[in-house]
Structures are given as structure tokens and as C-alpha cells.
């Protein structure tokens, strides 16, 4: 069983670190950022408190960690658990092997931005503590329950058994905190239907029944569904031969625009920021007002829509850096769903605390809560499971091989 363990998400050119003691109860944060340039430096808050900005130039990914380690943990892990986009068909988080980076790799046609930099990761770590378990936790596996009906794009079949063209969805370790906490809270652990809303700079709504997510409003990749900060979100897919035809874009330059210069920023002509845009449209800035009113339409928008695959509707749970804490878009959103039956309440709305749980709703009707997103204590909890299970499995092997030789 794990004491400690290390959450890593890696990015191209910078890494996302965090290091969870026993029981979850302490944590460590670093950043590693412009790896591979002369700016790289890391930055943290140690044991101590104490705030590090170590200039590491040219620094590579193994290299971060190890200063990152050494001078803001001061603290060998006993696990490694990796964060990953895509993990194809897989159903659940998974010990990293060579078949495991295999199928990483072969998904990265998929998540072209990426799984590349996830498996830079796994790399750097794997030299760095070659004798520890190192798992994979995917963001796609939770949404593996989703029906064919929810999952399929109607687009000729070949496309997905060929070349796997369909829905994956994204966040899943988010959702399955968040449904799985809040469903708790509301008294009916993994029971009924719930929808679930994480809005942060990337957003995704999703249905859950049961505790297994039915539908979600991402797809192939995490650009499909809601407006985020800087992504488009759903745009009619005749929009890429408009602007090839008419304004001789290439597909690399319509795809930058819809993942970088859309959503908030492309709306607003001013920040991907919600809180930015709050600001000024508060001062009367029209197109912020603008950005937030679409951002709130067409989330209520995917929330009825998610809510066809659910067989009753127990509640919705909102998370993300924009869902705990802007009590304003919460309400914004609930005024384009009047017809659910929400008994939304106002009072306890405004004075939720930023950041905590609790519920939202008058008492009647479907419930509405704030659940502050896990992901990192979701993936160390996963990562300890999957190498308990390693290390039951081979304490079977080794007392049945006892057996044998006796
Ligand atoms: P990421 O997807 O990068 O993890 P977060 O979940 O941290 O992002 O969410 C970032 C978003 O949350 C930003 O748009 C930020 O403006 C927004 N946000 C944070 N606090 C507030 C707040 N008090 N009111 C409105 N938006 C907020």
C-alpha cells in the first residue's frame, strides 16, 4: 500500500507535479514550466511552506523532476500516478507497462497535443524511479460505459471500425469524483441520475446513471460540445470547407483557431477568463456580456440535451474553476432550465462559500450542489488500487508457487 504518491501531468514543455502523503491528507504542489528553453524554472510550495522559483535553464522534463523533488519534496514517492487524455478503448486506469505505452502511443492520433507529451513523462519517471509502479489514469476511461447510441458519430460505419472515429469523451476523472462525492452528499451513493457541469478553461457536462457516465458532451477530441475558454465547442462541421473554400484557410490554421482563439476569447475579442469577463461586463463591456450569456445558453442547452439518456433526473452537480466559484453563471445557466423542475435557491446560491460544497436548491424537486473537483486525489486513489491489485495478485502467485515447491 502506498504511502506517498505522485501525481504527474505533463505537458509539452511543462509538467504539473503533485506529491499526496498518507491518507490524502497533505499535499504538495509544483510547476515546471518553458522546459527545454533557457527560461525553464520550477515552482512550488515546499514542506515547510515555503515558496521555491528555482531557474532551471534548458532544463528537460526528467531533469524538472528531479530538482522539482529533490528541493520542493524533499521526498521519494512510493508510487507514480500519470495523467493521461486518451487511452483509446481502455476501460480503466492500468499499470505502465510496454503494452500500455504501446496503446498511449497508438492513441495519439487522437490527442495529437497530448499523448506525446504524457509519454515524455512517463519516460523521464520511468529513468528517474525505474524500480517504482507507475500507472496511467485516463480521462477517457469513465465514459467507456456510454451506450453505442451516445458514443457513435452517424458517419459511414467503416470510419469507426477502421480508424476508431467516434465519441470518447474527456474529464472523466472529474465526473466520476464529482457524481461519485455528490451523490454521496445527496444520500444516494452511485444511485439515480445526475448531471454533472466542469467548467473551467476546458468544459464538459456529463449524464451519469447508476455511477457510470451515459452520455458527455465532448467527443472525438475535447474540442466538440460547450464554449471553453479558448475552444469553440460545437460549430457547424461545414464551417471548415466554408473557410477552406472561401478564405483558402488550411486545415492547421482552422484548427488552431478553433482550439486557441475561440470560446470566450473569440467571442469576447478580449480574455478566455471568466473572471475577466465578469469584470467587464459588469463595467459594460458588450461583448463580454455577449461571451458569457453564449457560454450559459449552451451550457443549459447540453444539459437538456444530456439529460434524454437519463431514466429519471436526481440532480445536477456543478464543478471547475468556474462552476465553484461563480455563483453568478450558476444562476445564469439554471434561468434557461426552467422547465426541470429546479427549486433553485438564490440565497443559498450567493452565499455558498468560493470553493466549498453544498447544496443550492430550496429542498424540492431535482438537487443542486457545488462539488469541488478531485483530480488529483481521484488519480491517487486510483493508482493505489491498481498497484494493490498488482501486489495481491503477485502475494497469490508467490504463496501458490509455496505451495507447488512444498
Ligand atoms: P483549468 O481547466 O485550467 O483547470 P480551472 O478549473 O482552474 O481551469 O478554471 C479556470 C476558470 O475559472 C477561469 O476562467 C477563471 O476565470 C474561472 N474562475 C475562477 N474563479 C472564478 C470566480 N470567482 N468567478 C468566475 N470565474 C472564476
Redesign the pocket.
Known amino acids: 500500500m502506498p504511502n506517498s504518491v505522485l501525481i504527474i501531468n505533463c505537458g509539452s514543455s511543462s509538467i504539473k507535479f503533485a506529491l499526496l502523503l498518507k491518507d490524502q491528507n497533505f499535499r504538495i504542489h509544483g510547476l515546471a514550466e518553458n522546459l527545454g528553453t533557457p527560461n525553464a524554472r520550477i515552482k512550488g510550495v515546499t514542506m515547510g511552506n515555503e515558496p521555491v522559483d528555482i531557474h532551471i535553464p534548458n532544463a528537460d522534463h526528467k531533469e524538472a523532476l528531479e530538482v522539482g523533488l529533490s528541493r520542493i519534496a524533499n521526498h521519494k514517492p512510493d508510487a507514480i500516478g500519470h495523467r493521461i487524455v486518451h487511452g483509446g478503448k481502455l476501460t480503466q486506469a492500468e499499470l505502465i507497462t510496454d503494452d500500455i505505452i504501446d496503446i498511449i502511443r497508438a492513441a495519439t492520433p487522437l490527442a495529437p497535443l497530448h499523448n506525446p507529451a504524457h509519454l515524455v513523462g512517463i519516460e523521464a519517471t520511468r529513468r528517474l524511479f525505474p524500480d517504482l509502479p507507475q500507472v496511467a489514469v485516463f480521462d477517457t476511461a469513465f465514459h467507456q460505459t456510454m451506450p453505442a447510441h451516445a458514443y457513435r458519430y452517424a458517419v459511414p460505419k467503416y470510419l469507426y471500425t477502421e480508424h476508431n472515429v467516434r465519441r470518447y469523451g474527456f474529464h472523466g476523472t472529474s465526473h466520476a469524483y464529482v457524481s461519485e462525492r455528490g451523490s454521496e452528499l445527496a444520500g444516494s451513493y452511485k444511485k439515480g441520475g445526475w448531471l454533472t457541469a466542469h467548467?473551467?478553461?476546458?468544459s464538459s457536462t456529463c449524464a451519469i446513471w447508476n455511477g457510470q457516465s451515459i452520455d458527455t458532451s465532448m467527443g472525438l477530441t475535447p474540442l466538440e460540445g460547450l464554449v471553453m475558454?479558448t475552444r469553440s465547442g460545437d460549430v457547424d462541421p461545414s464551417l471548415h470547407s466554408f473557410l477552406a473554400k472561401n478564405l483558402g484557410w488550411d486545415i492547421y490554421k482552422i484548427d488552431k483557431m478553433l482550439n486557441s482563439q475561440s470560446g470566450l476569447l473569440g467571442l469576447s475579442d478580449l480574455s478566455?477568463?471568466?473572471?475577466?469577463l465578469?469584470e467587464a461586463s459588469e463595467k459594460g463591456h458588450e461583448d463580454a456580456t455577449l461571451a458569457i450569456e453564449v457560454f450559459c445558453y449552451r451550457l443549459a442547452k447540453s444539459l437538456a440535451a444530456l439529460s434524454c439518456g437519463l431514466p429519471r433526473l436526481d440532480g445536477l452537480f456543478f464543478t471547475?474553476?468556474?462552476g465553484e466559484?461563480?455563483a453568478?453563471?450558476r444562476e445564469k445557466t439554471l434561468s434557461y432550465l426552467p422547465h426541470f423542475d429546479f427549486n433553485f435557491s438564490k440565497e443559498k446560491n450567493d452565499s455558498l462559500k468560493?470553493g466549498t460544497e453544498g447544496r443550492i436548491d430550496a429542498g424540492t424537486g431535482p438537487q443542486i450542489w457545488v462539488v469541488p473537483t478531485d483530480e488529483e486525489g481521484r488519480i491517487a486513489q486510483e493508482t493505489t488500487l491498481v498497484v494493490n491489485q498488482k501486489m495481491s495478485t503477485s502475494n497469490v502467485k508467490k504463496s501458490q508457487a509455496e505451495i507447488t515447491t512444498a
Open positions: 467548467l473551467g478553461n476546458g475558454g478566455n477568463d471568466m473572471r475577466t465578469i471547475g474553476g468556474i466559484n461563480s453568478f453563471i468560493r
